[in-house]
């Protein structure tokens, strides 16, 4: 019984996808379900609609960007925080997640208010560094994670057998961090590559991300054509996580083990 | 002829590719103590499962009271089960913990109130009530468990190696105060273990287990003294096994050199191979050679406080261990020459 | 080692100075039809507390709470199967079909639900989009992937022999749930609940998309007075009001927290 009720609850958690799926290959821009045919125009459109193909370059400077600035950010933060004995830990975390808690529109109007005041409304550089900013809790909390995990005795036998602390880092420490990194990689690229609301502030025309076009799309124009960018965005997602799974196991990552 | 509490017939339980219990058969009777013994991996925890009903066999029977109840879920099997943990609920206080099995009886609420109190008092914690499991001691929590095990009067008591996290002093304060109760409130108990002078020292029979089968059943006494087979001489006490040929019904002989007496149930064959267990405190040192003697040259020496272990070998390469109470009647140490006393009636005669 | 935590802090204070940018504006005066400011003052916030602002405020407390609430229930089976699974493949399935939907983005997610409740794929009886019905719907659809992985966390850490205690001393399944594996994840259950309800209280996509403009909520009114109206100061209010909503409720929470334990 418990099972029913879990595949009926999985069942509407995937519906929405399974819909835009199907929509994504209708036809004609009217929708009708079942489906009345099978077309790839929507894709076509997608694909080569020039406000598109801009917006996926910003987010993709945009994401690596953030990536590359958040990854080892995040992870000096985390080793600071496991191993820095710093006098109030958990004050320091708080600090770090915080982004998490603030409202979007709330940082997404305040860097908007901080851009114009130096001038920098059109710059690419202030949307990187709120990327930076919203990503890196997911950052410091997947490395966290893992540096919780690693055993520092592991780290004083490296240095009892001659590494120095540097070649602890690289030969050991990295090493074992791997499946923190490789979730605080796929948080950090996905979320920054999602992100809307923030995003939808601070960018005009010339810099939107993708999120931001596709809704400037969705409130002007009902064809499926979003349905054919959501697919691509949905299948693309689903590859990732079911690699990170695959390979780190996620199971690892979120839940405890026994 | 007591009745059958528990029985267990040719219970099988199999995980995967490993055969965890095999077929085995078990009967358990009324207000005894039994433990089940055993080297991890050997199938005794698993056979406390299926009695208990956290897991069910692959092939088999298993009832209580005569009623088979394979295949009736733990809840509604009625019996105490104390595990290894504890599992005390830590969100509810130690008096909580202990009502636990008699709110699900739906028994009323003074009943409850007295019944509780009963139990706490039986196990010295009457004062502790209001606590939480966490403030408390590892042997104070294993008296609440064990309180909590006991209040509804269960048919059968479980145990699972409930004295395992404690310190040494603490078990063996813990597993007097066990048995103490166990014999007073006269409840059948099942008792696994892995620590032999545990089994020894607290069960009416022991069930030596190894690799999913039981090896004996017996009273301790009949389990060290007449050890059945190799495996349970080995893991009851320590033993030196000696290997000979039967020369007489009652004459074995090690080596051309050495030949002993050996007083068995069984005539032995002769021509037959032997193997002969003897227990190492029933080996005495003594002077010189004499009648039923043995030359061997001591190769170790642990001294134990109470007793030294002396580990020597005899002419043929054969390794005899002999525990040599202290003081030592001769000066010990590597090297030297000893004559061993091996006492004809001594010998166990291994399957 | 300690230093490590630098560039990070950097960071952390740069969110703070944007942060610093609303709080600044807040309180200075709007002048229609440009982007200058005038000086000091607090109409802003009493705007904020005219009847009509008022009542998106309520609108959107009442609609946070009813998405947290339903979330909730929701959730807690998918949770306490991803946590309780012995099978590798189940865990991994749901796994990923809970995270991939948190992956997808909220725009994606949303017109997912226009294509829904538009009656363009089923027939609702009732209308769905652009209602408070419709927006809930979504709101909760959004939230359950955080409320999952957040029980299913408190959940795998209670001992299963717990549970094998209370079946022991005679309690059957739904009483072991009701009288041990609950109160131990409520936790989790607190967690969960709390950071669905403060994310909900800002939440914008999927009101703005779904509620058609509708349907009011803190944030599309940050949206529209911020971006469409160029009322930054008014806007700033609003969102300092929606800052300090989500701060109190976590604060508060904590403090409840720290003190049951």
Known sequence: MLNAAVIALVAFMTLPTVVVIVVSFNPTAILSFPPSGFSLRWYVNALTYPQFQRAAVNSLWVTLGAVALALPIGTAAALALERGRLRMPTLWATLLLSPLVVPGVAAGLGFLILAASLGLLRSRAVLIAAHVALVLPFVVRSVWVSARNLDATLERAAASLGATPWRVFRRVTLPLLRPGLFAALLFAGVVSVNEFVVSLFISNRVTEILPVAMYSYVVNYTDPTIAAMSTLFITATFALVWLADRFVGLGRVFLHHR | MDNAVVELRGCTRDYGGVRAVDAMDLVIFEGEFLSLLGPSGCGKTTTLNLVAGFVEPTAGRILIDGEDVTGVPAHLRGLGVVFQSYALFPHLSVYENVAFGLRERRAPAAEIARRVGEALELVRLDRQGRQRPAELSGGMQQRVALARALVYRPRVLLLDEPLAALDKKLREEMRDELR???????????????DQAEALGLSDRIAVMSRGR???LGAPREIYERPASRFVADFIGASTVLRGRAVAPDMVALSRDLTIRVIVAEALRVGEEVELAIRPERVRLVAGPADGTAEARIEGLVYQGSMTEVSARLGDGQRVLAFVTEPAPIPLAPGHLVHLKLPADAFMVLA | MKLLLLPALAVIALFAVALGCLLRYSVL?????????????????????????????????????????????ASYPVAYVLARTASSRVRSALL???????????????????????????SWPIPMLFT???????????????????????????????????????????????RVTLPLSLPGIVSG????????????????????????????????????SFNWPGAAAFALLALAMTIALLAGVGRAGARAA
Do not use: C
Not at chain 3, 37 to 50: E, H, I, K, Q
Not at chain 3, 146 to 154: D, F, K, P, Q, V
Not at chain 3, 162 to 175: D, F, H, I
């Open chain 2, 214 to 216: 039981i090896e004996q």
């Open chain 3, 193 to 228: 609940s709390l950071i669905v309800f403060a994310w909900t209280l800002s939440a914008y996509p999927t009101p703005a998309l779904l509620g058609g403009g509708k349907v009011q909520m803190i944030a599309t009114v940050v949206k529209d007075r911020g971006l469409d």
């Open chain 2, 180 to 194: 103490a109760i166990q014999r007073s409130v006269g409840i059948t108990t099942v008792f696994v273990t892995h």
């Open chain 3, 96 to 122: 990923v079909l809970t995270l991939a939907p948190f992956f997808t983005g909220a725009i994606v997610r949303t017109y997912a639900w226009i294509l829904v409740l538009g009656n363009a794929v089923i």
């Open chain 3, 132 to 178: 408070e019905r419709g927006v809930l719907v979504g709101l909760v659809h959004f939230s359950m992937p955080t409320m999952i992985l957040l029980l299913a966390a408190g959940i795998s850490h209670i001992d299963p022999v717990y549970e094998r205690a209370a079946a022991s001393l005679g309690a059957k399944p739904a009483r072991v749930f009701w």
């Open chain 3, 29 to 73: 005066e709007f002048i229609p039809g440009s982007l200058k400011t005038g000086g000091f003052t607090l109409d802003n916030f009493r705007s904020v507390t005219a009847p009509q602002y008022l009542g998106v405020i309520w609108d959107t407390v009442w609609l946070a709470a009813a998405t947290t609430a339903l979330t909730l229930a």
